[in-house]
């Protein structure tokens, strides 16, 4: 398994990204990207938290299913409630993660970090963002597409201390050799398309030259994790 990452702050002033990638007790491999959502306060605490919640109730849990994701979960949401309460303040965050536990991956999601699961250059799986848009588009209210760019950026689904909010998308997958996963904030993937990335992971110096360009390019904070096998 070969694993790499980037973050950086983009046109912001502070990275309210954070990524996590550590090892669970039983022996899987833990990746997650939180992002602190924009116009929130103090996002970037809030994506910390979230992260350490979700993986600490992971280290110790029986077995790695949807359940238990959704109770990590529920467990962050629970720390950011009691924070934003302790603080006076509204934050969150979105998440995307993926667990690899032998030869089965679990992805889950809540909010706009994307996932994708990629075999021979053809995305096989990727998620599908808990957004306003993805939700006006499933019940057909949006009949033209310029009527989109004002609802480009709300979720509908985060970790800000609503448990009606944080439901997470889940899918298991089995894996092959020479399968990639990538997560990606929307700081990336509103920023290149996956086919991008992907030229990206090929060449030698790959994800340093593709942060070369976030660099010149990224209005967002950007955070990208690539997996190999």
């Known amino acids: 398994m070969k694993m790499q990452q980037i973050t950086g702050t983009g046109k912001r002033e502070s990275n309210q990204d954070f990524i996590c990638i550590d090892k669970l007790e039983s022996g899987a491999s833990f990746f997650l990207i939180a992002d602190g959502m924009g116009?929130?306060?103090?996002?970037?605490?809030?994506?910390?938290?979230?992260?350490?919640?979700?993986?600490?109730?992971?280290?110790?849990?029986?077995?790695?299913?949807?359940?238990?994701?959704?109770?990590?979960?529920?467990?962050?949401?629970?720390a950011i409630k009691q924070f934003n309460i302790k603080n006076n303040i509204k934050s969150g965050a979105t998440i995307g993660g993926i667990i690899v536990n032998k030869?089965?991956?679990?992805?889950?999601?809540?909010?706009?970090?994307?996932?994708?699961?990629?075999s021979k250059d053809k995305v096989l799986f990727q998620t599908?963002?808990?957004?306003?848009?993805?939700?006006?588009?499933?019940?057909?209210?949006?009949?033209?597409?310029?009527?989109?760019?004002?609802?480009k950026h709300i979720v509908t689904r985060s970790i800000s201390g609503k448990p009606s909010e944080s439901s997470i998308g889940y899918q298991s997958i089995?894996?092959?050799e020479d399968d990639i996963f990538i997560i990606c904030s929307d700081g990336v993937h509103n920023t290149i398309s996956v086919e991008q990335i992907l030229e990206y992971i090929k060449k030698g110096n790959g994800l340093q030259e593709l942060e070369s360009q976030f660099l010149k390019e990224a209005q967002d904070n950007y955070s990208v994790v690539t997996i190999a096998f």
């Open 174 to 176: 089995r894996f092959s």
């Open 39 to 78: 116009g929130y306060d103090r996002g970037d605490e809030a994506a910390k938290i979230v992260s350490e919640n979700i993986f600490t109730f992971l280290n110790y849990a029986d077995n790695i299913n949807e359940q238990n994701i959704q109770q990590a979960v529920q467990k962050a949401n629970l």
């Open 103 to 118: 030869n089965i991956s679990h992805f889950f999601w809540v909010g706009d970090v994307m996932v994708y699961l990629v």
């Open 128 to 151: 599908k963002s808990h957004t306003l848009i993805n939700s006006l588009l499933e019940s057909d209210s949006i009949k033209e597409e310029k009527s989109l760019e004002r609802y």
